[in-house]
């Protein structure tokens, strides 16, 4: 039997926002949908903000860029990123998210297995 969950984003249980200025609301995850094997999360950076640079032991994210435009820094290597790219990060990849552009950036970020704060370790550099 098939059966479709439905999260709306009025309905989003959880919403974190980093001091750094990047807004994550979870789609599907552990509190939305009851997903375990994998999680979606719409995020939003500001103009001039960022991501702070971490890893994952455990998870592999995937992002694509719905707007804006980025440099993003995987293992202290450049990249620079526009709507409807896509990259992937591997467990273990320190990995930071700059928004350089005058809009916001919003991405949706995919994280197998589900992204759970416990598999998120800050770092000085990306």
């Not at 094997?37 to 994210?61: D, K, R, W």
């Not at 916001?104 to 800050?122: E, K, Q, T, Y």
Request: net charge negative; with cysteine; charged share 20%.
């Amino acid at each position: 039997m098939i059966r479709v969950r439905i999260s709306r984003i009025e309905n989003r249980p959880l919403k974190v926002t980093s001091p750094e200025g990047e807004i994550l609301q979870e789609i599907l995850g552990h509190q939305a949908g009851r997903a375990k094997s994998h999680s979606l999360a719409e995020v939003t950076i500001p103009s001039g903000m960022s991501s702070a640079p971490h890893f994952h032991q455990f998870s592999e994210e995937s992002y694509l860029i719905l707007s804006g435009e980025a440099e993003m820094y995987i293992n202290q290597v450049q990249i620079h990123l526009a709507t409807g790219d896509a990259i992937l990060i591997q467990p273990g990849e320190t990995h930071q998210i700059i928004n350089q552009g005058h809009d916001d950036l919003v991405f949706l970020a995919v994280c197998a297995p589900a992204w759970h704060p416990d598999d998120n370790f800050p770092t000085q550099k990306a």
